[in-house]
């Protein structure tokens, strides 16, 4: 078995952006966007990170870019300190670092030919003149599966999985190492949806790619990850390899999350178990103390309220962070009781 090397890792990072009011401006709160995260993205992986919308997934991703500042904690690219790096310093890692956005239609300018929206990446960092670079996005559009004669087409004149791919022609302009998906998928068509999958996993084979892929469509990251980390109100709950997730999650929140998505069988999608979570999720800007599912938890108990669950090994390369979590036979609502009420204040 070959040796796992870290390309880039969160140790303890914050996003909380602050909370203004009155006269003054000052700093009346803060949202609590991602708290205290702590990931590894190791080289050659598709990384999934899942959760519902607020969960934290969006600035956790622009965050190891460098894309929103981080208010505490670390962030290490090929074993470089980003965190307290200049914009200048960064820029150069800015070639191994990429992202894909999550509208292909509001993250291309509709002022721009894809020539120039290719080829933007090439000319800021000096790979050839505009002969060699419009070579290079010639043949990135027929990397895509695009029509190289469309190059200079704008972007109204193209579809929506159209515009997915010139957005993917852009991220690996600079062949980087690390590429962020964000919600890569989730505005196209369930049959572009499989198209665009498919292209993915084409060029991670092809250029060496290593994705953090953010979905919250179950079944999507399932099917491009290798290993899958859970978020809720801004932490990571659970993470172990893909297979592993979905075959027997640990935490609560992961086993509600497995239980909604539906079976193609429909006698036992009938039969399926599913469990419904009370209430809605916190707000960010006053989250619950201590665990901070315990509101929503059917496994919680008083320690919930009171003590953080540790992030911690539950099994082989399977971490989880709930007190209950390897306790056998407490899966299911109907075997424990009704959970905690939420106290004043942490709803």
Known sequence: MSAVTTLIEARGVNVHFPIKGGFWGRQVGAVHAVNDV???????????????????????GRALLKLVPSTAGQIAFQGKDITRMSQSQVRPLRQEMQMIFQDPFGSLDPRMTVFQIVSEPLENFGRGNKREQRAQVAELLRIVGLNPGHINR???????????????????????????????VSALDVSIQA??????????????????????????VRHISDRVAVMYLGNVVELADSEELYGGPLHPYTQALMSAIPLPDPIQERRKERIILQGDIPSPVNPPQACVFHTRCFKARPICSEVTPAFEEKRPGHWAACHFADVPGVTRPQEIKAPIQASPGQA
């Open 38 to 60: 702590n990931l590894a993205v190791h080289e050659g992986e598709t990384l999934g990170l899942v959760g519902e919308s607020g969960s934290g997934k969006t600035t956790l």
């Open 154 to 184: 704008y972007p109204h004149e193209f579809s929506g999985g159209q515009r997915q791919r010139v957005g993917i022609a852009r991220a690996i302009a600079l062949r980087p190492k690390l590429v962020v998906a964000d919600e890569a």
């Open 195 to 220: 198209q665009i999958l498919n292209l993915l996993e084409n060029l991670q084979q092809e250029f060496g790619l290593t994705y953090l892929f953010i979905a919250h469509n179950l079944s999507v």
